[in-house]
């Protein structure tokens, strides 16, 4: 059973437009999460991070929102630019291995489009 | 900023060989490093965890005597497939902690083809 998922295999986006990444997850317990950007056969990029503590994380053109009754959070790109094109990831903290256990949705692929 | 290096960036070897992967980090140490598999078109799954001067912690289903992982040192931890099968075959990537704290650092990947 994925416990994180993103259900938009892919999006497309005009350039100087807003993107927004959508994330849900099913484990009440997880408690952080992260947002990554992978291109093709690189690793992961860390983007920009968020507790439940917190409902919205700024970094300037990324913003990560958490709604944590809906057990959703979403990634805002504001302008988008075609560099942004990639795969996002969304990941969890799992609740075993506290603090260094993650749990990666399958990610969203993101084309901006000059 | 935090930097992990990991090599090779890409390998192929023939069925029945071992490969061995390594991870780097290069400004920090990293107490904990993590080991992840990708399948095209798939997430990453954690394979297992890797912790200095200790045996690493395998996740479910990953075969401990297949994917042996050793972390001697504070910045350097390898993977070895040994035996490798064409089933093998994917793209490896490894990660540590950053020293921001926020976040992890990954490698650069290495993409392993069994022949």
């Known amino acids: 059973d994925q416990q994180v998922k993103q259900n938009s295999p892919s999006l497309s986006v005009q350039e100087g437009r807003i993107s927004i990444l959508n994330c849900d997850y099913t484990?009440?317990?997880?408690?952080?999460f992260l947002w990554y950007k992978k291109y093709p056969a690189e690793g992961p990029t860390f983007l920009i991070s968020?507790?439940?503590?917190?409902d919205k994380n700024e970094d300037g053109r990324f913003t990560v929102f958490l709604n944590k009754s809906a057990k959703h959070l979403s990634l805002h790109i504001v302008p988008s630019q075609p560099g942004d094109s990639a795969v996002y990831f969304c990941a969890a903290r799992g609740e075993r291995n506290y603090g260094q256990n993650f749990v990666f949705g399958p990610g969203t692929r993101l084309s901006v489009l000059p | 900023g935090a930097v992990v290096s990991q090599h090779p960036s890409r390998v192929i070897c023939k069925s029945g060989t071992s490969v061995k992967i390594e991870c780097r980090s290069l400004?920090?140490?990293?107490?904990?490093m993590f080991w992840y598999r990708q399948f095209p078109k798939q997430s990453l799954m954690l394979m297992a965890t890797s912790n200095e001067g200790s045996k690493a912690t395998y996740e479910q289903g990953v075969e401990k005597d297949k994917f042996l992982i050793n972390h001697a040192s504070l910045t350097l931890s390898t993977l070895t497939v040994t035996s490798a099968h064409p089933e093998d075959s994917s793209f490896y990537i490894c990660?540590?902690?950053?020293?921001?704290?926020?976040?992890?650092?990954f490698g650069s990947g290495t993409r392993l083809t069994v022949v």
């Open positions: 990660s540590a902690r950053g020293w921001t704290g926020d976040g992890y650092t």
């Open positions: 968020i507790s439940s503590i917190k």
């Open positions: 484990n009440s317990m997880f408690d952080y």
């Open positions: 400004d920090f140490q990293a107490t904990t």
